[in-house]
């Protein structure tokens, strides 16, 4: 368990057990099984990569910080 911005973040691999479904990605919408889970949002690790390789300037950074505010909301409420 690591924290980011004092929020809980759990990293979700794939397993060859059927014990972890997949989870829908809060960014893509794709159902995945390897990523992040931020207060119990899922983010998918190409997602993630995306993420962390946009440019503030791209007008993508926008929608994240949208994506973003969905898991801040979720660990507010
Ligand atoms: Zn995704």
């Not at 889970?37 to 995306?50: A, P, V």
Request: net charge negative.
């Amino acid at each position: 368990m690591i924290e980011l911005a004092g929020l809980e973040v759990q990293v979700v691999k794939s397993s060859s057990d059927n014990d972890s479904p997949s989870s829908e990605c809060i960014v893509c919408g794709r159902q995945m099984n390897v990523g992040l889970k931020i207060c119990g949002q899922f983010i998918c690790s190409d997602c993630e990569q995306e993420i962390v390789h946009t440019e503030v300037s791209d007008p993508r950074y926008l929608y994240f910080i949208q994506c973003m505010k969905q898991i801040w909301l979720a660990a507010l409420s």
